[in-house]
């Protein structure tokens, strides 16, 4: 048991000041974090600002951390793995089975598109160069999303740019610092990704539930019920996202609506590549060019 | 100075460097453990910088200055993701309400301890979850549940390790 307190340090003044002042300077920490969360909310960036310096410092601490616990944490998985094999394996022969039809539908749909982009003549999307960064570490303990790569404005990553894995879509570069950057993931809950299903493009969104799924919500309610194991990809509305990167595959329909699994788990791979940000291509210049009235003017002059 | 050979255990001396900075060190690294593992897709980590802190807390109940709770706060939240001033504030609240509660209580044991930190606990992370959400969230608080709970059991053993760490600074 703790001793019993003394609230009075003894007689002496000077220690009867210092605690009296240590007590005014916890009062102005109160105040001072206050002060923060409400810039947090006023001024954005400048919050931001701060951040990321920190994130910046604490990056190669996490980037060696996790490298030396990469081990520790396969053991967890392995053992994870282990328990809920038996459903695991369940859901992945259904899966299989699901994916040989998809795999077929995917093929016709890659002739298909190829050839209406031909006769579109659709721009693809020019990505630029892309950056691969390691992630080297998230916020498990906070109930944001967030996750830190290991290349900062140095190497050219800015905020606004789409992350993506080999498997599909991570999220975007909220925050730069100098040699690090903080990605808001797609599991979490204030990240929205317009997206369309791939078999027959009906438009939706997709934002984090909390624990780790994505909330599917149809941008039209008619627009035909969503089934489990519907995939869907960005659809680029909105810029930012280029489209026809996977996001996930549904795999609750309850009462509550549909919930995905993101295809990549930032859990699972190593490597990231931050493109370029996504602009929606501008209509045709041609109907604007007839519109401005000084040329008109100038073609009754001539 | 006595020859070493006749000096008691009574008489020994722990290093003040030691005795001063090994809280403070220990709160720090429980502090960076939640970013090192795993990239997490839910929040599952418990804080476990807070929980160190409040074990000290219920371990010592002069170890901290008043204002112990916002610097080591302003540090854990470099590392937990949290908004900067979250634990600054939420930290000097919690060391206040232990302050408080101990002017009440007449006697702490094992379980009053592990209550305290427990109720601790739950408000500190509902708190955050409230912050984080006033700041662009939208996570439903039944999502930190399992977080929640693996904190309040996890919390005996980072007092017993606080003990351990505590019999290790006055040897």
């Given at each position: 048991m703790a001793p019993p307190a003394s609230r009075r340090p003894g007689f002496s003044r000077r220690a009867q000041y210092g605690l009296f002042v240590g007590y005014?300077?916890?009062?102005?920490?109160?105040?001072?974090?206050?002060?923060?969360?409400?810039?947090?909310?006023?001024?954005?960036?400048?919050?931001?600002?701060?951040?990321?310096?920190?994130?910046?410092?604490?990056?190669?601490?996490?980037?060696?951390?996790?490298?030396?616990?990469?081990?520790?944490?396969?053991?967890?998985?392995?053992?994870?793995?282990?328990?809920?094999?038996?459903?695991?394996?369940?859901?992945?022969?259904?899966?299989?089975?699901?994916?040989?039809?998809?795999?077929?539908?995917?093929?016709?749909?890659?002739?298909?598109?190829?050839?209406?982009?031909?006769?579109?003549?659709?721009?693809?999307?020019?990505?630029?160069?892309?950056?691969?960064?390691?992630?080297?570490?998230?916020?498990?303990?906070?109930?944001?999303?967030?996750?830190?790569?290991?290349?900062?404005?140095?190497?050219?990553?800015?905020?606004?740019?789409?992350?993506?894995?080999?498997?599909?879509?991570?999220?975007?570069?909220?925050?730069?610092?100098?040699?690090?950057?903080?990605?808001?993931?797609?599991?979490?809950?204030?990240?929205?990704?317009?997206?369309?299903?791939?078999?027959?493009?009906?438009?939706?969104?997709?934002?984090?539930?909390?624990?780790?799924?994505?909330?599917?919500?149809?941008?039209?309610?008619?627009?035909?019920?969503?089934?489990?194991?519907?995939?869907?990809?960005?659809?680029?509305?909105?810029?930012?996202?280029?489209?026809?990167?996977?996001?996930g595959v549904v795999t609750v329909v309850d009462r509550d609506g549909a919930r995905a699994r993101a295809f990549a788990d930032p859990g699972t791979f190593d490597f990231a590549l931050v493109q370029k940000p996504f602009i929606v291509p501008l209509p045709e210049p041609t109907e604007i060019k007839a519109k401005p009235k000084a040329k008109k003017k100038r073609a009754v002059a001539e | 100075m006595k020859p070493i050979a006749r000096r008691s255990p009574f008489e020994h001396q722990p290093s003040t460097v030691k005795i001063v900075w090994m809280p403070i060190g220990a709160v720090m690294l429980a502090s960076m453990l939640p970013i090192m593992p795993v990239i997490a897709t839910a929040p599952l980590m418990p804080p476990l910088g807070f929980m160190m802190f409040i074990s000290w807390r219920l371990l010592h109940r002069e170890i901290w200055h008043p204002w112990a709770g916002a610097a080591l706060g302003l540090y854990d939240d470099f590392w937990s993701g949290h908004h900067i001033g979250t634990a600054m504030l939420l930290w000097s609240v919690a060391q206040f309400g232990v302050a408080l509660m101990d002017r009440r209580m007449l006697w702490r044991d094992y379980w009053q301890d592990w209550m305290l930190a427990a109720f601790g606990l739950v408000g500190y992370l509902s708190l955050a979850l409230l912050i984080d959400n006033k700041l662009g969230g939208q996570t439903l608080w039944i999502m930190i549940v399992p977080q929640v709970l693996v904190a309040i059991l996890l919390q005996p053993y980072v007092i017993r390790m606080t003990g351990y760490i505590d019999v290790w600074r006055f040897r």
């Open positions: 005014i300077i916890a009062v102005l920490g109160v105040l001072v974090a206050a002060l923060l969360l409400v810039t947090a909310r006023l001024d954005p960036k400048g919050h931001n600002a701060l951040r990321s310096f920190l994130g910046d410092v604490a990056s190669p601490f996490s980037s060696a951390g996790r490298s030396v616990v990469r081990g520790v944490s396969g053991v967890g998985a392995g053992v994870a793995a282990y328990v809920d094999a038996g459903s695991k394996n369940r859901a992945l022969k259904a899966e299989v089975g699901a994916n040989r039809t998809k795999l077929i539908d995917g093929q016709n749909a890659r002739l298909e598109n190829a050839r209406l982009k031909a006769l579109l003549r659709i721009a693809q999307s020019e990505t630029g160069p892309m950056i691969a960064a390691r992630l080297i570490s998230s916020t498990g303990e906070s109930s944001r999303r967030y996750a830190t790569i290991d290349k900062g404005t140095l190497q050219g990553v800015a905020v606004g740019e789409p992350v993506r894995a080999p498997d599909g879509l991570v999220g975007h570069i909220v925050q730069t610092g100098a040699i690090s950057a903080q990605i808001l993931l797609i599991s979490d809950t204030g990240n929205v990704v317009p997206v369309k299903r791939t078999t027959d493009g009906v438009a939706a969104f997709m934002s984090g539930d909390g624990d780790g799924l994505l909330a599917v919500h149809l941008v039209s309610a008619g627009a035909g019920a969503i089934k489990k194991g519907d995939v869907f990809v960005t659809s680029g509305a909105g810029g930012i996202y280029p489209p026809g990167i996977p996001v | -």
